[in-house]
C-alpha cells in the first residue's frame, strides 16, 4: 500500500516537471506598477469593494504573494523597483532618479531586449531621461510637465510634448501605445514597463462612466472617492486587454507578466476586505501603507493557483527578471532583491528572512520579519496582530529579545549606507518636487 501512494506520489511530481518546464531563454516580460492600489482591493486577495476579474483570472492561472511589500509612496518604490537597491543607497527627492543609478532596462537591453515604458514618470524632468535609463521607447505623463493625465492629457512621446484635445483618456492613450509596443516586438525579446497612471486620484469617471466628461481641460473636475471603483474597474480591464493580446500573438508562454502596487490605497477611501472596513494608509509604514497585491503569471511554467506566504518585496523584481533573462549583472553585490525565478517554478528557492525600509527620520527607517517589525528608534511591533501599530511591544521576553537582536543585525548592515553625498539632501523628505518648467524655455509641443 505504502509502495503504490509513493509511486503515485512520484508520478503526479513527474506530471508537474513536464507541465512546468524550465523557462525559455530570453522570455518576454511585462512588469506592471499600479499607483495607489493596496492589498486589499483585488477580489483574489480577499477585496469585496471592485471588480478586478482580470487580475483575479491572472492570479488563478499563477501565483499570488500574500506577504508582498512596496515603499510607503511612490518615487521610493520605483527606485527600488528599477534599481533593485533599497532607499538608503539612491534616493535623492521626491520625483528624481539619480542619473548614476543602473535600471533593469539597461541590464537588459544589452541582451537584445526590447525595451519600453510607458505610463507615469516622476523620476526627472530631463527630456532623455527614459532613454538614458535604458528604453527605447517611451510615453510618460509628468516627465517634462505636470499637465493633466486623464481627460484631454498632456504626454510625452519619447520626449516630444503633445497635448490631446478630443476628448482622450490619458490611461487609454497610454495603453494604445504599450499594445503598439507589443505588437512591433512580437518576434524579439522585449520588456515593457508599465507604470500604470491608474488608479491615483483625482477620482473621476472614466470613458465608461456616464458621468465621464470629454471637454474637462481640468483632471480635478467632478471628482468623487465613488469613482475610484470605476478607475480601478478601467485599470483591471487595461491589463485584461495586454493578456489577450499576448494571446493573439501566441506570446503568453514566453512571457512572464508581473503585477505589483506601489504602495498602499489613498488615505480617505475604504474598502470591503474579507468581512470588514480596510482604511487606505499611503504614506504610512503599516501595513495598510505597504501591504501591496503581487501578482506573477507565465503559463507553462509558474504552476497555476499557487500563494506564496514568503516575504517579498518590490527590490526582487530586477534580480528575478535578470535571473530568468540569463543576465549576470556586473555587481550583484550591489543588489538587495532575491530572485523569485525557484519559487515561481514551484521550488522553495531561498525565501527572505527579512525586508527592510529607509527613510530620512528614524521613525520611518526598520527592518521586519513576517509579523515582528524593529524601527531604527528602537521601537518593535507585531505589524501581524497590531496592522495599525497602534502599541509598541515593551516586554523583554526570550521571543521578543531574540527578534530585537535579529532585526538590530539587519538595521546594523545598513547603518553606514548612506553616500555621504546624500545625507545633505535627507531633510527634504517626501515632498513633490515637481517645478513647472521656466516659461521661457523652447517648447517641444506636438498637436495630436
Not at 541590464?107 to 523620476?123: C, D, E, R, S, V
Not at 535609463?133 to 509628468?142: K, R, Y
Not at 515561481?344 to 526598520?366: D, K, M, N, V
Request: a neutral charge; charged letters at 25%.
Amino acid at each position: 500500500m505504502i509502495r503504490s501512494i509513493v509511486i503515485a506520489l512520484l508520478c503526479v511530481s513527474l506530471a508537474d516537471a513536464t507541465a512546468f518546464s524550465a523557462p525559455p531563454a530570453k522570455p518576454n516580460f511585462i512588469v506592471i506598477l499600479a499607483d495607489d492600489l493596496g492589498y486589499e482591493c483585488l477580489g483574489t486577495d480577499g477585496g469585496e469593494s471592485y471588480s478586478t476579474p482580470h487580475l483575479d483570472k491572472l492570479a488563478a492561472g499563477g501565483m499570488r504573494f500574500d506577504r508582498a511589500y512596496a515603499q510607503p509612496l511612490c518615487t521610493p518604490t520605483r527606485l527600488q523597483l528599477m534599481t533593485g537597491r533599497y532607499n538608503v543607497w539612491n534616493y535623492t527627492s521626491f520625483g528624481e532618479l539619480n542619473r548614476k543609478e543602473t535600471t533593469f532596462a539597461q541590464l537588459l537591453k544589452p541582451a537584445g531586449y526590447a525595451t519600453g515604458i510607458f505610463g507615469k514618470w516622476q523620476l526627472g524632468q530631463e527630456v532623455d531621461s527614459p532613454q538614458h535609463f535604458g528604453f527605447d521607447v517611451s510615453c510618460l505623463w509628468q516627465q517634462t510637465r505636470r499637465p493633466s493625465r486623464f481627460p484631454n492629457p498632456g504626454l510625452e512621446f519619447n520626449g516630444v510634448e503633445r497635448d490631446f484635445t478630443n476628448g482622450e483618456f490619458g490611461p487609454d492613450v497610454v495603453q494604445a501605445e504599450a499594445l503598439k509596443f507589443i505588437d512591433a516586438n512580437r518576434e524579439r525579446p522585449f520588456f515593457l514597463y508599465y507604470p500604470m497612471i491608474l488608479t491615483h486620484g483625482p477620482f473621476i469617471p472614466t470613458p465608461s462612466d456616464p458621468e465621464y466628461d470629454p471637454k474637462a481641460v481640468n483632471e480635478n473636475a467632478g471628482q468623487n472617492k465613488k469613482f475610484f471603483a470605476s478607475m480601478v474597474k478601467h485599470m483591471d480591464a487595461h491589463v485584461g486587454e495586454l493578456e489577450r493580446r499576448l494571446g493573439q500573438h501566441g506570446l503568453l508562454e514566453k512571457t512572464l507578466v508581473l503585477f505589483i502596487g506601489d504602495n498602499g490605497t489613498g488615505k480617505g477611501l475604504t474598502t470591503r476586505w474579507r468581512g470588514r472596513d480596510y482604511a487606505g494608509g499611503k504614506g504610512l509604514s503599516t501595513r495598510a501603507g505597504m501591504h501591496v497585491p503581487f501578482i506573477a503569471s507565465w503559463p507553462g511554467v509558474i504552476p497555476a493557483g499557487r500563494v506564496n506566504n514568503d516575504l517579498v518585496d518590490t527590490t526582487d523584481v530586477l534580480p528575478t527578471l535578470l535571473d530568468a533573462a540569463g543576465v549576470k549583472p556586473a555587481e550583484p553585490s550591489r543588489l538587495d532583491g532575491h530572485s523569485l525565478l525557484a519559487m515561481l517554478q514551484g521550488q522553495l528557492g531561498q525565501p527572505r528572512e527579512w525586508i527592510y525600509s529607509w527613510h530620512p527620520t528614524a521613525s520611518r527607517e526598520f527592518a521586519a520579519e513576517k509579523t515582528l517589525k524593529l524601527y531604527a528608534d528602537g521601537r518593535l511591533v507585531d505589524y501581524g496582530r497590531d496592522p495599525q501599530q497602534e502599541h509598541d511591544i515593551t516586554e523583554n521576553t526570550a521571543e521578543t529579545t531574540a527578534a530585537r537582536e535579529r532585526l538590530q543585525k539587519v538595521l546594523s548592515r545598513f547603518a553606514s549606507a548612506r553616500p555621504a553625498e546624500l545625507k545633505a539632501r535627507d531633510g527634504k523628505g517626501y515632498q513633490d518636487n515637481m517645478k513647472a518648467p521656466p516659461a521661457n524655455r523652447t517648447s517641444r509641443k506636438k498637436a495630436a
